[in-house]
């Protein structure tokens, strides 16, 4: 058990170097049925970045951000997030892991018995934050997306942008280093999804490190960002300022 | 832990309880169910025992000694029986005082014709024991002693009363015991229906980073609570239930009132009220920490 935790420390220092915050080597993943989900990839992002994943059904995108959250273990290869190396990290270790990640789903997941204020400052209660803290910082994080007039509204009460920005309070209000972000516009309209675009947009400029797995092309192609692309469980493109690679 | 997680935890434990209302009242009535039946059962032994106490104290042994015995044997076989375990306090009952004692029983104004005392061979130690059950231990031990001619024993009360204490006991912890069971089953269940239904918040909960102890601590408080509750209604039960019935009793069987000694409902209270409560609490403690083992693996 020491011996797994001394060689766990090693390639912590070795593999996270310089800027990265997340890396990847050769990481494979393979359920018990069925094509390999992951098979050997390879991807380094740098602290600050926006990236999107991109990629059609079945391409690996949902296994990759299962890895980065820790929620799957890979059957082959390294991964290191912000300097835990997720393949020997002990159990009793990921929740504090899991503090510094952000993360917002396509159906919001959002509690529906509680207001908009509540569901934020769930996040903090989660992580043990005083009463003074959370006072403090949940109506500022509602002022960054936009909420602070909504704080007492119930989840139903709000349209699906709106509902998106609760659950992007709810994963900033913890001040992570990464926020991942699922096909937050998956359920939204065009205007809802580029809105919420420039608020996960302007997030990273704040430093925090984006990624998005989506779908959409149009914003994909607009924005201009680092655009990897995977195909069958491999990262066929990756691309600075790229853009959406259709499949024919 | 920080006072306002643990008052979050707890008030998330209640509101567990609230929310799956039904699941919980069920298992509040089960615990209930079983405390009153463990309150009753410790109130009838508690008392039966009192009785069983007090009958055992008038339950002696008599010995006789050896024709034209001296005092001073008398008095070293007194000493000897001061020497063993099993005795609570001896009298002696000399020949004239068992002769007084026999007239006044049973002869009334015809004892006037004996002129002599026909009991002289007659004095006694009447022997009053710690414990019924060690009679025969005593009785054995008696007979073999010189000096002594005879021993009355009372065999078939010290046996009845020490048989039937024991088999009201095992009949209490057997039924107990399956109520336990019963209790702790329900409350599993009460505990495993929470689960489902906050599953949404809990996989939430495990993304932002709760630990393994911030998940489950409030169904632990959600079994415990409902312990306490379902503890709580049984004492208060049987508190109004007890003097009404030993009123009753008193009132009905008021011929037995010198054989049926009663504790006071605050002796028998003292040991209930806290037992009661730690075996709600225990109840919820294990019904809901083993589930919450089983289907929560955060």
């Known amino acids: 058990m020491a011996k797994s935790e001394v060689r766990g420390r090693k390639r912590k220092r070795q593999s996270f170097g310089n800027d990265e915050i997340i890396t990847l080597e050769n990481v494979s993943k393979a359920y018990a049925t069925g094509a390999p989900a992951l098979n050997g990839v390879d991807l380094r992002i740098r602290r600050g970045e926006f990236v999107f994943i991109v990629g059609d059904s079945g391409s690996g995108k949902s296994t990759m951000i299962k890895l980065l959250l820790r929620e799957l273990i890979p059957t082959s290869g390294n991964i290191n997030v912000m300097g835990y190396d997720l393949v020997h990290i002990r159990h009793r270790k990921i929740p504090k892991f899991r503090r510094n990640l952000g993360i917002v789903f396509q159906d919001f997941r959002l509690l529906k018995d509680r207001n908009v204020y509540e569901n934020v400052a769930f996040a903090q209660r989660i992580i043990q934050a005083s009463n003074k803290e959370i006072k403090r910082n949940v109506p500022s994080i509602l002022a960054t997306v936009g909420l602070a007039g909504k704080y007492k509204a119930k989840p139903r009460q709000l349209s699906g942008g709106e509902q998106q920005r609760v659950a992007i309070a709810r994963a900033l209000v913890n001040r992570p280093s990464i926020l991942l972000a699922d096909e937050p516009t998956g359920n939204l309209d065009p205007k809802n999804s580029w809105e919420i675009m420039k608020l996960l947009e302007q997030i990273n400029e704040n430093g925090t490190t984006v990624l998005v797995v989506t779908h959409n092309r149009e914003i994909v192609n607009a924005m201009q960002k680092r655009v990897v692309t995977m195909k069958k469980g491999v990262i066929v493109s990756d691309e600075e300022k790229g853009g959406y690679i259709d499949e024919d | ?298």
């Open chain 2, 1 to 298: 832990m920080r006072i306002s997680t643990f008052f979050y935890t707890i008030r998330q434990g209640i509101i567990n309880i609230f929310r799956n209302k039904w699941f919980s009242l069920a298992s509040i009535a089960t615990i209930g169910a079983c405390l009153f039946l463990f309150g009753l059962f410790y109130a009838v032994i508690s008392n039966f025992q009192n009785i069983v106490k007090t009958a055992q104290e008038g339950v002696s042994v008599t010995v006789f000694f050896d024709e034209g015995i001296s005092q001073e044997k008398i008095e070293e076989i007194g000493a000897l029986i001061d020497k063993r375990v099993e005795v609570s306090k001896k009298e002696f009952i000399s020949a004239d005082e068992a002769w007084e004692g026999f007239k006044e029983e049973y002869l009334g104004e015809y004892a006037d014709g004996f002129t002599e005392n026909p009991l002289a061979n007659s004095a006694s130690y009447e022997i009053y024991l710690n414990d019924v059950s060690l009679q025969p231990a005593l009785v054995s031990y008696l007979e073999g002693v010189d000096g002594i001619r005879m021993v009355n024993r009372s065999e078939v009360t010290a046996s009845t009363l020490t048989g039937v204490n024991a088999l009201v006991a095992y009949i209490s912890v057997g039924i107990i015991a399956i109520l336990f069971a019963v209790s702790i089953f329900l409350i599993s269940n009460t505990v495993t229906i929470g689960i489902a239904v906050r599953k949404e918040e809990i996989t939430i909960m495990k993304y932002i980073g709760a630990t393994d102890f911030f998940v489950r601590s409030p169904f632990v408080i959600e079994g415990m609570l409902i312990g306490v509750i379902g503890s709580l209604l049984p004492i208060g039960i049987i508190y109004v239930l007890y003097n009404k019935v030993i009123e009753y009793i008193m009132i009905k069987f008021h011929m037995l009132t010198k054989l049926l000694s009663f504790l006071p409902v605050e002796e028998v209270f003292r040991t209930l009220i806290p037992v009661s409560i730690c075996m709600g609490v225990g109840i919820g403690f294990l019904g809901s920490i083993t589930t919450v083992r089983k289907h929560l693996r955060v």
